[in-house]
């Protein structure tokens, strides 16, 4: 695709819900990171992946957050039992991988009530 | 722990001026460093990447690298209202991956 395709885009969840959120990288790109920003805050990293293997998952703040990527592409964050502080915009980045010029989709915006 | 500083901002520049935007960092292992703009609502988007001491120039932008101070800048200049934006600085700490540092980003107000 053209760019770094995020559904949904906003996403209301009621405290306890699980929720999955889908990241559709640019074709060819074999690197894919999840990052979670908090309103007025930078990017944190939280999970990355080079094809289907994910190399590091140091970011994930608890067990209850769960990235996979089967196939080498497409790519899903859980979240599961959702809290009100996991409310922030969760953004997607691929890059070719043989550099660590990121390319970032637009985001899902969770809000967790 | 490794951090990444930025002022808040707001930065308040008229049209035309030069917008000088700083950021220090605390790893002295870090590799590469990048600017992102990120307009309100949208996602962070690269404008500027620098992995040398000394500064490079890409149209109005120049990143300007000075290890020994861990401090990197960047400078917009002839600023347009179009500038206005959060200006995120990235590091790197682990090699060839994108797994970034962000400050909190500098908040830029272009006023015409």
């Known amino acids: 695709g053209a760019g770094v395709s995020q559904s949904p885009r906003y996403k209301v969840a009621k405290r306890g819900q699980d929720v999955a959120l889908r990241c559709d990288p640019i074709?060819?790109?074999?690197?894919l990171f999840w990052y979670q920003q908090a309103l007025g805050q930078g990017p944190e990293f939280l999970t990355y992946?080079?094809?289907?293997?994910?190399?590091?998952k140091s970011g994930l703040p608890s067990d209850r957050f769960f990235a996979e990527r089967p196939e080498g592409s497409v790519s899903t964050l859980k979240i599961q039992r959702t809290q009100q502080e996991d409310s922030a915009v969760y953004l997607c980045?691929?890059?070719?991988?043989?550099?660590?010029?990121?390319?970032f989709g637009s985001g899902t915006q969770l809000s967790v009530l | 722990q490794k951090e990444v500083e930025q002022n808040s901002g707001p930065l308040s520049v008229p049209e035309g001026a030069i917008a000088s935007l700083n950021c220090t960092y605390s790893d002295r292992g870090s590799q590469s460093f990048f600017w992102y703009r990120q307009y309100s609502g949208k996602s962070p988007e690269l404008i500027m990447f620098i992995y040398s001491n000394g500064d490079k120039e890409d149209g109005r932008f120049t990143a300007q690298l000075n290890k020994a101070s861990q401090y990197v800048s960047l400078l917009i200049r002839d600023s347009q209202p179009s500038d206005s934006a959060t200006y995120l600085c990235?590091?790197?700490?682990?090699?060839?991956?994108?797994?970034?540092?962000f400050g909190q980003g500098t908040t830029l107000q272009v006023k015409p």
């Open positions: 980045a691929s890059s070719s991988g043989r550099n660590e010029k990121l390319f």
């Open positions: 992946f080079q094809n289907e293997a994910q190399l590091d």
């Open positions: 074709s060819g790109h074999v690197s």
């Open positions: 990235a590091v790197n700490y682990s090699g060839n991956t994108g797994k970034l540092i």
